[in-house]
């Protein structure tokens, strides 16, 4: 039995088969298609997002490393605008009806194979570039995408690193725990695995190797340990440590309905959060009060292009109807740092965290904030949905986002299109706002404590950097102190503070952020219950000094 240690992101047990994902060894899958001009329609439109990047690279790498070095972009160019390479896709779809994929993938084989064989040195070396070109457009028509991973049996994914684009695109009914080597554990995949509820391991010493591959593994995500091929007493252990587990969770579903009120009669709301339509199975399940923090910018993440003012719209009001009058607090996109979308085009930072992200994209774009704050104000008019404006410093930009909301009610108003009247709140997760939260509270309707960046910009930690892990620390005095001015003047000016960080589900630390005064938590779906049950538990005399 092969056994490696990781980082637990999210505890629990998971059985299954191993499934080793390279991104670069993806298998194309091979589809029948109908309409053959609209699958060329695809690859021609592909072909030119790739001319376009290359485009972009070329410029950059011309500034950045001289004409000699970028000229490789200009190659690739003129290979993928090159006759032969494009009448092979087009042939190959025509007459075996295939998707452009598959075509791609196969006009690679052939043409790579032909250059490998050519006596020419330079020719052979322009195989590596028909894989390069090849790679661009899979990617392009996703072909390629971890979506794309097929098994018919539920697994186990271990990998190098996965994005957050790739993790909320996971297939939920299928995957049952994933391991990365890479990875930080107050990262967003990190926290797209709480969301989910399958346990995860990152950081983990496990050899990326086709031995493993197809394998039945073990994740202990309580213990941060993958087992690979365990001998059969120690896998009827783990299954009957999977089976108490499940009991466990069982007993938890007695919490359902109750109220989430501690033993001397403190209110509590207790909220969910989700970066996805597909969470909210798992909300309504886990019986939350509402949704505390949707994540809008996994909409965003999951597309290759923008998405446009109706698709947003229909996905809020589904979200806002589906939540039935309970609250649901939709986060303007905050897209940046770790969350990188090709079609924003953010130039490479050094800094990314300390970047170009959230709102500030949001203040310098209006034409992107605006079209979301469209579909948000429409879709309020269907439930009982809130806005709330993410990595605030200032009460500067407040006016400036006030200002926008402004026009967008006026715009929406004259083209009679109805819109509700949403609270309106920001998050409190830079110290900047922590120390303007007196004048800041004055100009919003609630604060939600954003613990994992708050945490990151105290402390001056990168919370994606996993060699820093054992230095990142959400109970450190000095974010504490913060948690308690941010209450403080929220009540002074008679609005609700709530937590939607890591730390409102760190149970140790409920009595004590309770007794601050803390109005909200909200948690990913899987431990609204766990966290009710400690509330319910929770003394909050007992923590105050
Ligand atoms: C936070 O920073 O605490 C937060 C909730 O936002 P995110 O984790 O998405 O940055
Ligand atoms: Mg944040």
């Avoid at 690279?57 to 006759?83: S, T």
């Avoid at 995949?189 to 990152?202: D, E, Q, R, S, Y």
């Avoid at 996905?315 to 990188?340: C, F, H, N, P, S």
Wanted: hydrophobic share 40%; charged share 30%.
């Amino acid at each position: 039995m092969l056994q490696a240690k990781g980082k637990s992101v999210f505890a629990g047990i998971a059985i299954g088969k191993i499934f080793v994902y390279k991104k670069s060894e993806q298998q194309v899958k091979r589809v029948e298609v109908e309409d053959v001009e609209e699958e060329i329609a695809r690859f021609h439109k592909a072909r030119n997002t790739a001319v376009s990047q290359l485009q972009e690279l070329y410029q950059r790498a011309l500034r950045e490393v001289g004409e000699a070095n970028a000229a490789i972009f200009k190659i690739h160019q003129m290979m993928l605008q090159d006759d032969d390479f494009k009448e092979s896709v087009e042939n190959m779809i025509c007459t075996q009806k295939v998707n452009a994929e598959y075509a791609v993938a196969s006009t690679e084989d052939n043409f790579s194979e032909m250059f490998t064989a050519m006596q020419d040195e330079y020719m052979r070396e322009r195989a590596a570039d028909i894989k390069d070109i090849s790679e661009r457009l899979l990617e392009i028509l996703g072909g390629k995408s971890i979506a794309t991973v097929e098994s018919t049996e539920p697994i186990i994914i271990v990998a190098e690193d996965l994005a957050p684009s790739e993790t909320v695109q996971l297939n939920r009914d299928k995957v049952l725990s994933f391991a990365t080597v890479q990875g930080s554990v107050n990262s967003h995949t990190a926290i797209l695995a709480k969301t989910m509820g399958i346990p995860a391991l990152v950081g983990t010493d496990i050899p990326l190797d086709d031995t493993i591959d197809g394998k039945l593994g073990i994740v202990d995500g309580t213990n941060g340990m993958i087992y690979v091929e365990p001998d059969e007493e120690f896998l009827t252990l783990m299954q009957e440590r999977l089976r108490e587990e499940r009991k466990e969770r069982e007993a938890l579903q007695t919490l359902k309905e109750q109220e989430d009120i501690t033993l001397d009669g403190q209110r509590v709301m207790l909220h969910a959060n989700i970066g996805n339509i597909k969470d909210l199975e798992s909300v309504i399940q886990n019986d939350a009060g509402g949704i505390g923090l949707f994540r809008s910018e996994f909409i965003y993440l999951e597309k290759d292009t923008f998405p446009t003012e109706e698709e947003q719209f229909r996905i809020y009001k589904t979200v806002a109807e589906t939540m039935a009058g309970k609250r649901v607090i939709i986060r303007t996109l905050d897209i940046g740092a770790d969350k990188q979308c090709d079609y924003f085009k953010i130039e490479k930072e050094a800094n990314p965290a300390l970047g170009y992200r959230a709102i500030r994209i949001c203040l310098t774009r209006p034409d992107i904030f605006k079209i979301q704050l469209r579909a948000l104000f429409r879709a309020s008019a269907f439930g009982n949905i809130a806005i709330m404006y993410p990595m605030i410093i200032s009460v500067d930009e407040v006016h400036k986002i006030q200002k926008i909301v402004t026009e967008v009610k006026a715009e929406l108003a004259e083209q009679g299109i109805a819109f509700g009247n949403p609270e309106q709140g920001i998050m409190i997760e830079t110290p900047a706002a922590v120390m303007m939260s007196g004048e800041l509270a004055k100009e919003v309707d609630f604060f939600s404590i954003g613990t994992n960046d708050l945490t990151q910009y105290t402390l001056v930690i990168d919370r994606q950097n996993p060699k820093l892990d054992e230095f990142y620390d959400s109970r450190h005095p000095a974010v504490l102190k913060m948690i308690e001015m941010v209450v403080e003047n929220a009540h002074k000016a008679g609005i609700w503070v709530g937590i939607c960080g890591e730390m409102g589900a760190d149970t140790e630390m409920i009595g004590k952020i309770l007794a601050m005064g803390v109005d909200e938590l909200s948690v990913s779906p899987g431990s609204v219950l766990p966290v009710r049950k400690v509330i319910r538990e929770t003394k909050v005399t007992e923590y105050k000094n």
